[in-house]
């Protein structure tokens, strides 16, 4: 168990209206279980890859799950702890979710609170997590007008895309604090199916 909790601010950058979610995290976690986490604060489907850097994706050097086809040094997220790199309150970081829609989430670690937590867990959020595969920022504010217009054929036809029925809107400030949490609390049970995708054949023999 944790000794600590840590208590972050991560939006999604240049998002209008702003996207947030304020999470605290068990303090020894490492950035692969901080990516997952990420992924259930926000809704996001965890089927693109992903890195923490410090600025963004062009940056020489990242964490994220290592290739062969890097060019350039990826630390491996599943070994490095989320406090190697955030040791003190204000320490900043960012994430890049989709590398072909690119979104960058800036982090920020607001506090240290001396007290341990078992699983990742959603104490504040704010406005929807937009659609996988969009088309990145600007494409999703296109969406936002688009909802925010008249043009019904532009409107059904977002609608269809995103599987909606009839009748349904696409609401940007949708944001169930509930559903967060009852995602993240599945963190537990699910990280063993989660690494085990990422991890080299013959990583795991059971116990006969």
Partial sequence: MAENTLQFKITIKDAEPSI???????????FFQFHMAIQGAFGWEDCHLFQFTENDIMDMESIGIPSTEDDRPVHDA??????SIFKK?????????????DWLHEILLEKVIKRPIYTPFCIEAKNACPPEDVGGIHAYKQMLKTYAGRDKEEINSFNMWLGLEAGDTWDAAYCDRRQINSRLSLLGYWSYEATARFMPEGWYKPIS
């Fill in 89 to 101: 309150a204000k320490d900043r970081y960012s994430y890049v979710y989709d590398f072909g829609d």
């Fill in 78 to 83: 599943r070994s490095m702890l989320v406090t």
């Fill in 20 to 30: 947030w979610r304020r999470l605290h995290i068990p303090s020894d976690y490492n």
